[in-house]
């Protein structure tokens, strides 16, 4: 089933990604009216509403399954359906320093600690890192400065009376973490002397935020964080240990997530408004008089991107190879035949950085000019102030 099964009209202010049902589950208790969506290539998701006092945001949410190859995929897959403002990877993590069982880590940066060359003398780490998007680090560290999220802490359905008795207050940091693909059960198992020596400052570890970091990086315009809690510290993991700490380290780290959805600006929709008389399209001559060039937000390429798709016959990849070999400005940096949602997000960003939109609105407009969705691709373009 691919996007074009849900009409096109699928929108999300924020996607959640998580491994485990138990992060699933604290991260949907959270949501009101929750509905299942099935995305494009198979890939379910559900689309809930978070309700604050600064105005409602619509957020799907999906369970990846464990690693950071899956994560990566579910990534480009959420964008391409849902063209959300924010993803966030919310999820348990192995406290390596530095941190409390229950604590909240929100990643500024992952490091990819498996990456290097195995010699005869032993490993040499030539480690990969990804950042996190610098407007939600900034927004992470004013949540972690204050106490508000920790009153967003959902009581466990199942939670020992204990555990409330001898728990300490949680606290929240935003730090650096590390993502492979091994269980790390003691800091003086190998990657626990590799993380040592070569993350010295990731206070976490986990197998699928590298791979979430990776898949935004690919996805131009999309921001990311990776926020983790702490489940349990090197050297004292266990089932029974899991059993107790993954429910309350899940519940803190959704706390802190949706603190920080909830300070996340409101979206601005395209206005859907006629064009006044006498405004100029972009087909005809070029941005309106005083208008801005800005860059597009994900939302704003999704719109457009859905409206391309909408133009009769774009679906055919003979139309939209048609279409590509129209546009001399993008050449052959978008080459192959498809008729898909992320290929039109793909052309949107090149025509974008090339400025070459209006050259597309120009195209489009030859290939079908009696089109009405052709028409409205070259209205919300002059909207949004491109070239």
């Not at 074009?4 to 996607?15: F, H, Q, Y």
């Not at 008795?165 to 198992?189: E, I, M, T």
Request: with cysteine.
């Amino acid at each position: 089933m691919g996007a074009g099964d849900n009409g096109g009209a699928v929108r999300a202010d924020v996607v959640v990604l998580t491994a485990l049902e138990v992060e699933y589950r604290a991260v949907r208790a959270h949501l009101e009216e929750a509905r299942p969506v099935q995305a494009e290539r198979g890939a379910l998701f559900e689309l809930g509403v978070f309700r604050e006092e600064s105005g409602e945001r619509t957020v799907a949410i999906h369970m990846t399954g464990p690693g950071n190859p899956g994560t990566a995929a579910s990534v480009e897959r959420a964008a391409a359906l849902f063209a959300p403002r924010a993803v966030l990877f919310v999820g348990v993590a192995g406290g390596v320093k530095d941190v409390a069982l229950g604590d909240v880590v929100a990643a500024d940066a992952v490091y990819d600690y498996e990456t290097g060359k195995d010699t005869e003398s032993g490993f040499w780490p030539r480690q990969k890192t990804y950042p996190s998007a610098y407007g939600l680090v900034q927004l992470a560290r004013l949540v972690a400065a204050g106490d508000a999220w920790q009153r967003r802490i959902r009581p466990g359905d199942a939670a020992p009376r204990a555990l409330a008795d001898d728990a300490p207050r949680a606290r929240a940091h935003v730090k650096p973490l590390a993502a492979g693909g091994r269980v790390v059960a003691h800091h003086r198992s190998d990657v626990g002397l590799r993380l040592a020596a070569s993350a010295g400052d990731a206070l976490a570890v986990d197998m699928e935020g590298f791979g979430f970091l990776a898949g935004a990086y690919v996805n131009q315009h999309l921001d990311a964080l990776v926020v983790r809690g702490i489940s349990d510290l090197l050297g004292d993991k266990g089932e029974a240990h899991d059993e107790r700490w993954q429910p309350v380290a899940s519940r803190n780290a959704a706390a802190f997530a949706f603190e920080l959805i909830g300070r996340i600006p409101a979206a601005n929709p395209v206005a859907t408004r006629p064009l006044a008389a006498g405004t100029r399209s972009l087909a005809a001559g070029g941005p309106p008089e005083g208008s801005r060039r800005r860059r597009l937000t994900i939302r704003d390429l999704g719109v457009l991107a859905d409206t391309l798709l909408a133009v009769a016959g774009m679906t055919s990849p003979a139309r939209w190879q048609q279409l590509l070999d129209e546009l001399p400005t993008v050449g052959t940096a978008v080459g192959r035949q498809s008729e898909s949602r992320a290929e039109a997000l793909s052309l949107l960003r090149v025509c974008e950085a090339r400025r070459a939109m209006g050259e597309l609105v120009e195209v489009v407009a030859v290939l079908a000019p009696d089109d009405p969705a052709a028409a409205e691709l070259a209205r919300r373009v002059e909207e949004l102030g491109l070239e």
